[in-house]
C-alpha cells in the first residue's frame, strides 16, 4: 500500500514497516519486513540477520498498528519480551519533501529496563532494486567537513571510495561508513548532514540530524554485496557515544528530531528541500539588516571608547543598520561592564551614541558561559555544568541550563542589557563541554541532551520576553550551527576565517547547510589582522595597499549574497573605498528583503578552500525567478561559468560600478576577464 506525501511515496508493507519512494511501488518489491529504528537492551540485544536485511532486533518485535493523520503517520511495535511499546511517529512538513522522525520507547512492564540504544531512524530501501556498488558508480555520497576556520568542506564519495566492496562470501558481511560528533560542537567536525545520489534513478536522499548533542549517521549495507539495498541510521543514543537509559516502569523516552525525505534530481534538489525545510521550522521570523561588529579583523575583543566612537561613526555613514560591541566588553562570565573602558561616556553612553547615530544597538554575550566567582555567591551547587562531580572546563565554566538559580541570574544579566537599548545580541559558545554531564545521575550524553534542551528553552522564553531582540548564534565561528540550535536563531556566524580570499569557498559550502538569510557572511574591508591587534592603526604600507579598492570589493561581494556582517577598519577606508562600501550597502538593501525566498544553485562541483581557480554562487529567487550570481576571481582571471540558468536570459552587472570585469554573455555562457587576481562582482540574471 502507497500514500502519497506531496511529491514522495510512503510505501507501507504488511508487518508495518515502510519506505519514501520518489515512484509509486508495491509492497511486493520490498518485503523484508523490518521496523524503522534499532534498539539495544542491557548489553545488547544482539541484531538478528534475515534476508540480508539491517539488524533491528526483528525476533523480538511484533507490529501493533499503523495511525495516519493529516501530518504523517505513527507505526507502533510491541517488544515482547521486555514489556515494552516502540513508537515510529512520522511527521511530512508541509511545502516541503522532508519527513521529521522521532522514536518513541514506553515501558509496560514491571520493572525497569536498561536501554543501550535507541536510534532516532533507520531509514530503509536506498536503492532498493540491487545495488551491485562494487561493478559501478551509481551512487555519490555527500558530506560536510567543518572545522575552525575551515567549515563547509564538502566531500563526494563513491560507495567503493568509502570502504564498500566485496570482502567475503559469508552472508554476515557488513559494510559502513559513519560520520558523527561528541560534545555540544556539534558542527566541529562534521555538519550532521549526508546526502546519497542514485545516479540510476536520478534521485537523491538527504539526512539531517537535529539538535547540539552527541550525533552519528551511518550507511549500512548488511549482507554485503548481496544487500538488495542501503539503510542509513541516524541517532545519538547509543552506548559508544556515552548514552546509556533506565527506562522506569510507566516511563515513555523520546529521541530528539531526525529529517529525512528523497527527491528527484541530485544535490542541489536536495538541498533545496531542505533550505525549504529550515524555512518551514523556523521559530523566528527573516530579519536580514546590515550589521556592523567590531571584532573580526578590528578590535579583536579590545573594545574601548576611544576605539568604538570612530567606527561607530564610519558604519553609519556607509549604511549599517546594526553596531553590535563584540567581546571585551565585560568581564567574562560575570557580566560587569568594565566601565573604565569607556571613561566619558559609559557602556550606556555608547550604545546611546550607537542609537542616536540611527543604528540598533547590539552587543556580544555567552549566556552559557559563567565564572567561579559568581557560582560561589549565589551559593547553588547545581550552578555550574559538572562531570563526575568536578566543573567541565573550570578556566571556562558553564552554566547548568537546567538550574532554576543559573537560568534567573543571566536573566538578571540580560534584562539588565536591554534595559540600557540592547536590542541585538551575539551569543557565543567558545568551548566544548566533551561527552557531556552527569549531575543528576544519568548517563554523560543524556545528560547534555537535557541540558541543551534547557538552553532551548531559555532562547524561546528569551524571544517571548522580548519579541524585538534579534538573536545572532555564534560558537567560535559556526561549530554548533546545527538546525536543531539555528532555527531558534534569527542568523549564524559563519565562520572566523581572517583571510578573505577562502571566504567564498566557505559561504558556499555553508549555503548547502543553512538558509541565505541566516548566513551572516563576515566582509571586513581594511582589515587589521590578529598580529596586529594591538596597533591603534594601520601602516602607510597597508593603507596603500588598499587603495585601488580591489579588496574592499571581493570583502563586500561576499557578504552580499547573505546576511551582510560588516567589520575591519573602515573608520581609516579613503573616499574611493568608503565610497564602494555605501554603494555595496546601497545594491544590497534593493533586495536584501528577498534573499528568504532564494535558494543557493549547484549545478558546478563543490570546491575545496585550497583550490585557487574561480568561485561561483547564484541565488535564485524563487518568487521571480531572477538570479543573482557572485563571482569571484582568485588565481585565475579569465573564465568561463556554464550555467543553465544563463540560458536564454539577460544579465546586468549589478556591483561595482567602476569597471573591473570585461565580461560577455554568449545567451549560454559568461565569460570574464578580471583586470586583476582577487577580484569580484556580482552579476543580476533576468528572465
Given at each position: 500500500m502507497s500514500d502519497k506525501y506531496g511529491k514522495t511515496y510512503v510505501c507501507f508493507g504488511k508487518d508495518g514497516h515502510f519506505y519514501l519512494s520518489t515512484e509509486n511501488v508495491t509492497d511486493e518489491e520490498f518485503s523484508y519486513g523490518q521496523i524503522n529504528a534499532n534498539v539495544f537492551l542491557y548489553a545488547g540485544d544482539e541484531a538478528v540477520y534475515k534476508k540480508g536485511a539491517p539488524p533491528v532486533n526483528g525476533d523480538y518485535f511484533r507490529f501493533s498498528e499503523i495511525t495516519k493523520n493529516t501530518d504523517g503517520f505513527c507505526v507502533s511495535y510491541q517488544v515482547e519480551p521486555h514489556g515494552l511499546t516502540l513508537t515510529e511517529r512520522v511527521e511530512k512538513i508541509t511545502g516541503t519533501e522532508a519527513f521529521v522522525q522521532t522514536t518513541v520507547l514506553k515501558n509496560l512492564s514491571n520493572a525497569n529496563v536498561q536501554v543501550t540504544g535507541l536510534s532516532r531512524v533507520n531509514v530503509l530501501g536506498v536503492g532498493i532494486g540491487g545495488l551491485k556498488y562494487y561493478e559501478t558508480d551509481r551512487f555519490t555520497v555527500h558530506y560536510c567537513y567543518s572545522r575552525w576556520q575551515g567549515e563547509g568542506e564538502w566531500r563526494s564519495k563513491t560507495l567503493r571510495e568509502l570502504g564498500f566492496y566485496p570482502a567475503t562470501s559469508h552472508t554476515q558481511e557488513r559494510a559502513s561508513f559513519r560520520i558523527q560528533s561528541i560534545g555540544s560542537f556539534s558542527t566541529g567536525e562534521y555538519y550532521p548532514l549526508l546526502l546519497i545520489e542514485d545516479k540510476q534513478q536520478k534521485e537523491c536522499w538527504f539526512f539531517e540530524c537535529e539538535n547540539a548533542e552527541n550525533w552519528f549517521i551511518e550507511i549500512n549495507a548488511y549482507g554485503g554485496f548481496r544487500s538488495p539495498f542501503l539503510c542509513v541510521s541516524m541517532g545519538g543514543n547509543e552506548e559508544k557515544l556515552g548514552w546509556k537509559y533506565t527506562l522506569a516502569q510507566g516511563e515513555e523516552y523520546q529521541t530528539s528530531k531526525a529529517v529525512y525525505g528523497v527527491v528527484k534530481g541530485g544535490f542541489g534538489e536536495a538541498i533545496r528541500e531542505l533550505t525549504a525545510y529550515k524555512r518551514a521550522t523556523s521559530t523566528v521570523k527573516p530579519a536580514v539588516r546590515v550589521t556592523f561588529n567590531d571584532y573580526m579583523n578590528c578590535d579583536w575583543s579590545k573594545p574601548t571608547e576611544e576605539r568604538l566612537l570612530p567606527l561607530i561613526d564610519a558604519a553609519a555613514e556607509v549604511g549599517a543598520e546594526i553596531f553590535c560591541i563584540d567581546d571585551g566588553w565585560a568581564e567574562q562570565g560575570v557580566w560587569r561592564p568594565l566601565e573604565e573602558k569607556y571613561p566619558n561616556l559609559g557602556l550606556q553612553g555608547v550604545i546611546?551614541?550607537?542609537?542616536?547615530?540611527?543604528?540598533?544597538?547590539?552587543?556580544?554575550?555567552?549566556?552559557?558561559?559563567?565564572?567561579?566567582?559568581?557560582?560561589?555567591?549565589?551559593?547553588?551547587?547545581?550552578?555550574?555544568?559538572?562531570?563526575?562531580?568536578?566543573?567541565?572546563?573550570?578556566?571556562?565554566?558553564?552554566?547548568?541550563?537546567?538550574?532554576?538559580?543559573?537560568?534567573?541570574?543571566?536573566?538578571?544579566?540580560?534584562?539588565?542589557?536591554?534595559?540600557?537599548?540592547?536590542?541585538?545580541?551575539?551569543?557565543?559558545?567558545?568551548?566544548?563541554?566533551?561527552?557531556?554531564?552527569?549531575?543528576?545521575?544519568?548517563?554523560?550524553?543524556?545528560?547534555?541532551?537535557?541540558?541543551?534542551?534547557?538552553?532551548?528553552?531559555?532562547?524561546?522564553?528569551?524571544?517571548?520576553?522580548?519579541?524585538?531582540?534579534?538573536?545572532?548564534?555564534?560558537?567560535?565561528?559556526?561549530?554548533?550551527?546545527?538546525?536543531?540550535?539555528?532555527?531558534?536563531?534569527?542568523?549564524?556566524?559563519?565562520?572566523?576565517?581572517?583571510?578573505?580570499?577562502?571566504?567564498?569557498?566557505?559561504?558556499?559550502?555553508?549555503?548547502?547547510?543553512?538558509?541565505?538569510?541566516?548566513?551572516?557572511?563576515?566582509?571586513?574591508?581594511?582589515?587589521?589582522?590578529?598580529?596586529?591587534?594591538?596597533?591603534?592603526?594601520?601602516?602607510?604600507?597597508?593603507?596603500?595597499?588598499?587603495?585601488?579598492?580591489?579588496?574592499?570589493?571581493?570583502?563586500?561581494?561576499?557578504?552580499?549574497?547573505?546576511?551582510?556582517?560588516?567589520?575591519?577598519?573602515?573608520?581609516?577606508?579613503?573616499?574611493?573605498?568608503?565610497?564602494?562600501?555605501?554603494?555595496?550597502?546601497?545594491?544590497?538593501?534593493?533586495?536584501?528583503?528577498?534573499?528568504?525566498?532564494?535558494?543557493?544553485?549547484?549545478?558546478?562541483?563543490?570546491?575545496?578552500?585550497?583550490?585557487?581557480?574561480?568561485?561561483?554562487?547564484?541565488?535564485?529567487?524563487?518568487?521571480?525567478?531572477?538570479?543573482?550570481?557572485?563571482?569571484?576571481?582568485?588565481?585565475?582571471?579569465?573564465?568561463?561559468?556554464?550555467?543553465?540558468?544563463?540560458?536564454?536570459?539577460?544579465i546586468e552587472k549589478l556591483y561595482p560600478s567602476a569597471d573591473n570585469v570585461a565580461f560577455h554573455h554568449d545567451g549560454e555562457k559568461l565569460c570574464c576577464r578580471f583586470q586583476d587576481k582577487y577580484s569580484a562582482c556580482l552579476f543580476k540574471i533576468l528572465l
Open positions: 546611546s551614541y550607537i542609537r542616536e547615530k540611527g543604528m540598533t544597538a547590539g552587543i556580544w554575550f555567552e549566556f552559557e558561559r559563567a565564572s567561579l566567582e559568581t557560582a560561589e555567591k549565589i551559593g547553588a551547587e547545581d550552578f555550574l555544568l559538572k562531570r563526575d562531580g568536578a566543573i567541565i572546563a573550570p578556566t571556562r565554566p558553564k552554566l547548568n541550563m537546567r538550574s532554576k538559580a543559573a537560568q534567573a541570574w543571566l536573566l538578571e544579566r540580560i534584562d539588565a542589557l536591554y534595559a540600557m537599548g540592547v536590542r541585538y545580541i551575539k551569543n557565543d559558545h567558545n568551548n566544548d563541554v566533551g561527552i557531556g554531564t552527569n549531575m543528576q545521575g544519568e548517563a554523560p550524553a543524556e545528560g547534555l541532551r537535557e541540558n541543551t534542551e534547557a538552553f532551548y528553552e531559555f532562547i524561546e522564553l528569551l524571544k517571548k520576553r522580548y519579541p524585538d531582540l534579534t538573536l545572532e548564534n555564534c560558537a567560535s565561528g559556526s561549530k554548533r550551527s546545527d538546525n536543531g540550535t539555528l532555527k531558534r536563531f534569527h542568523l549564524q556566524s559563519f565562520s572566523d576565517q581572517e583571510d578573505y580570499r577562502l571566504n567564498p569557498s566557505i559561504l558556499i559550502g555553508q549555503m548547502a547547510v543553512m538558509p541565505p538569510e541566516k548566513e551572516g557572511i563576515w566582509s571586513y574591508p581594511y582589515p587589521q589582522l590578529f598580529k596586529d591587534m594591538k596597533e591603534k592603526t594601520l601602516s602607510e604600507e597597508q593603507l596603500e595597499s588598499h587603495r585601488d579598492g580591489r579588496q574592499t570589493v571581493f570583502n563586500m561581494v561576499s557578504s552580499m549574497m547573505g546576511y551582510m556582517y560588516l567589520s575591519g577598519r573602515i573608520d581609516l577606508a579613503d573616499e574611493n573605498n568608503k565610497a564602494l562600501i555605501k554603494e555595496a550597502i546601497e545594491v544590497y538593501k534593493t533586495y536584501k528583503d528577498d534573499i528568504c525566498h532564494c535558494v543557493p544553485i549547484f549545478d558546478l562541483p563543490m570546491k575545496g578552500m585550497q583550490e585557487n581557480d574561480y568561485r561561483v554562487l547564484g541565488l535564485k529567487n524563487q518568487e521571480n525567478g531572477e538570479m543573482l550570481l557572485a563571482v569571484w576571481a582568485l588565481e585565475e582571471q579569465e573564465f568561463t561559468v556554464a550555467l543553465k540558468e544563463l540560458k536564454n536570459s539577460r
